[in-house]
């Protein structure tokens, strides 16, 4: 943990002079750990950190999506998922809600059905708020869909906290009941990734075609 970053301020101020330094090095990862996600991304979709609009990208026309509303902190990030939603053939212009703010901004107002936490845990400056927030704006029988860097294998300057797989699965367990998950490592037999899906409630199904 950075010492200097002590309150929403300052955590501004470190994440937009550090954001995008790495970009280059998520571009090529973006399907090896977001495939597993398609089947089970739909109705109205939250996307934490969108960053230049690669994942929105690729999810962002999914048929059974309702709405789409993508977050940053940062006017770059915003202003670079809009021009990748703008790019010939990619046709998500007016399609998707593009807003910067703070995921705890956000309340339970609204609710979603999906939410995608990609790459953006190891950013926050409480990890475990930010599950519960995510949590606390989920529909009942929805979904939770994360990835974080696994130990340092993605490490990047503005990164706040590495995780294992033990230390991710105890973050999860943090969550209230009832909800049901499972985590996995990705590009095994060199761990890049930990996945995750968590879904509120009592009913477990976990694929739906």
């Given amino acids: 943990m950075n010492t200097k970053i002590k309150d929403r301020e300052s ?23 977001c495939h597993w996600m398609l089947p089970i991304i739909k109705g109205d979709v939250l996307e934490v950190g969108p960053q230049w609009g690669g994942t929105t990208k690729i999810f962002g026309n999914l048929p059974n999506i309702t709405s789409y509303l993508a977050i940053d902190i940062t006017d770059k990030h915003i202003e670079e998922t809009q021009k990748t939603l703008e790019m010939p053939g990619v046709d998500l212009v007016g399609k998707v809600e593009l807003k910067k703010c703070f995921l705890e901004d956000l309340t339970s107002e609204r609710k979603f059905t999906t939410i995608l936490l990609l790459e953006c845990l190891e950013h926050f400056l409480d ?3 930010a599950l519960h927030h995510a949590f606390s704006l989920l529909e009942n029988f929805g979904n939770i869909l994360i990835t974080v860097p696994y130990e340092d294998a993605t490490s990047s300057p503005d990164h706040l906290r590495s995780y294992t797989l033990e230390s991710f699965t105890a973050l999860v367990q943090t969550l209230p009941q009832p909800y049901y998950s ?10 890049l990734w930990i996945a995750c899906q968590i879904r509120k409630g009592e009913e477990w199904v976990p694929w739906e075609f």
């Fill in 127 to 129: 990890d475990q708020l």
């Fill in 11 to 33: 955590y501004q101020r470190f994440y937009d002079e550090t954001s995008g330094l790495y970009t280059n090095r998520h571009v090529t990862g973006q399907w090896a750990r």
């Fill in 182 to 191: 499972w985590i996995s490592i990705l590009c095994e037999p060199t761990p």
